[in-house]
Every structure is written in structure tokens, then in C-alpha cells.
T-cell receptor, first 113, second 114 residues
Framework: KAGVTQTPRYLIKTRGQQVTLSCSPISGHRSVSWYQQTPGQGLQFLFEYFSETQRNKGNFPGRFSGRQFSNSRSEMNVSTLELGDSALYLC????????????FGEGSWLTVV | DQQVKQNSPSLSVQEGRISILNCDYTNSMFDYFLWYKKYPAEGPTFLISISSIKDKNEDGRFTVFLNKSAKHLSLHIVPSQPGDSAVYFCAASAKDGTASKLTFGTGTRLQVTL
């Protein structure tokens, strides 16, 4: 069965621009969450969606937003990009998000210049 | 406030020997723990998990031990193989409304030498 798929894998953006990242979860998984990995802060939780509703949110500014579609696919958006937003953005999916194994995609590498 | 801690940033083990990676947590609401293996520029790969109702879980060469009173868990890899060289992350989720959120440790880089 196909794993979590993220697109694009690599992208370069300029400060002030916005970016949209896409994630297709494992078939049958309804919970999709997003994480940011940076060398200084490690892996940090951004938000989680279940049945098109944001169920949990991490401590990130409002420039970071997301949504989930009826087919469980998800997108995250970062507006007004800052240099510090350069990171590996990871999408993860699980069946329900509670006590289930959470599987990660390969990630989207964002570089802000 | 680092709720999940991996105090050893790196570990070097000879091929064939046992690798023991440790993780400590502070949040008593954590009740589900996972270990992930990660290569650079790739997503974490799930290895093994354990629920707080257990104190041990085995899957092939990987065994996770949970000591709830000490708020400590460990991952044992036996025997260690060169392909095990990677960064290992411990992660935890809570039984409250944030159960879908994983809190990660800072990782331990394991190097398995020949």
C-alpha cells in the first residue's frame, strides 16, 4: 500500500512570498498532521486535521495554516515567508490519530532566500 | 520545556553488539510511545511503539522497554547492523485531547561500526 506522499519535495522561495505544500495520506487514514524539522528546534508539531477539521495546533504563528479535504488529502500554507521558515516540512498520517502508529512522508524541503 | 529528552546525542556500537538508546519524559499524561529512525533529508521511519499498559514490546531485532515509574523508555537493537546507522527519535503522545500530537526528543545518532 502506498505511503504518505508529499509534493513538492524541494522548493526555493523568496522572503515575503507564500508557499503551499501538499500531502496525500495512506489510504484509509483520516488523521493528517504536519511537522517542521529544523536543526535548532528539532521536530515540532504544527497542526493536525481529522475529517476536514483542525483538531490540534502547535505553537506556530498564524502565518502557518492548513486544511484537509474530504478525501483526507491535506495542504499546508505558509504566508509572508521568513528566512527562519527554511526547514523540512513533514506530513504524517494515521488511522485516527489516537494511539495509532503515525507514518511520515519523505518531507518537503523549503529554502527561503 | 523539553518534555521528551534523549540525553545522548550520539552512540557508537560495533556490528553484532547491542545498541541501547534511551529516552526520558516528564509529562505524566503521555501514554503512547514510538521510536522512529531517520536518515538525512528523509521522513522518519516508524520502528516500534509501546502503550503505557505494557512494559515491553518486541519486533524482530527491536525491543522497547517502558518504565513508567521512572518515566523512562529504551530501545534495544540486537544484533546491531551497519544499516542501523541513522538518527533515532523517541516520540510520545498524551491521553488527553492532544493525543494526535507527537512530542519528539532531540534524537540520538547511532553509528554501527564494522
Amino acid at each position: 500500500k502506498a505511503g504518505v506522499t508529499q509534493t513538492p519535495r524541494y522548493l526555493i522561495k523568496t522572503r515575503g512570498q507564500q508557499v503551499t505544500l501538499s500531502c496525500s495520506p495512506i489510504s484509509g487514514h483520516r488523521s493528517v498532521s504536519w511537522y517542521q524539522q529544523t536543526p535548532g528546534q528539532g521536530l515540532q508539531f504544527l497542526f493536525e486535521y481529522f475529517s476536514e477539521t483542525q483538531r490540534n495546533k502547535g505553537n506556530f504563528p498564524g502565518r502557518f495554516s492548513g486544511r484537509q479535504f474530504s478525501n483526507s488529502r491535506s495542504e499546508m500554507n505558509v504566508s509572508t515567508l521568513e528566512l527562519g521558515d527554511s526547514a523540512l516540512y513533514l506530513c504524517a498520517s494515521s488511522f485516527s490519530g489516537f494511539g495509532n502508529t503515525i507514518y511520515f512522508g519523505e518531507g518537503s524541503w523549503l529554502t527561503v532566500v | 520545556d523539553q518534555q521528551v529528552k534523549q540525553n545522548s546525542p550520539s552512540l557508537s556500537v560495533q556490528e553484532g553488539r547491542i545498541s541501547i538508546l534511551n529516552c526520558d519524559y516528564t509529562n505524566s499524561m503521555f501514554d503512547y510511545f514510538l521510536w522512529y529512525k531517520k536518515y538525512p533529508a528523509e521522513g522518519p521511519t516508524f520502528l516500534i511503539s509501546i502503550s503505557s499498559i505494557k512494559d515491553k514490546n518486541e519486533d524482530g531485532r527491536f525491543t522497547v522497554f517502558l518504565n513508567k515509574s521512572a518515566k523512562h523508555l529504551s530501545l534495544h537493537i540486537v544484533p546491531s547492523q551497519p544499516g542501523d546507522s541513522a538518527v533515532y527519535f523517541c516520540a510520545a503522545s498524551a491521553k488527553d485531547g492532544t493525543a494526535s500530537k507527537l512530542t519528539f526528543g532531540t534524537g540520538t545518532r547511532l553509528q554501527v561500526t564494522l
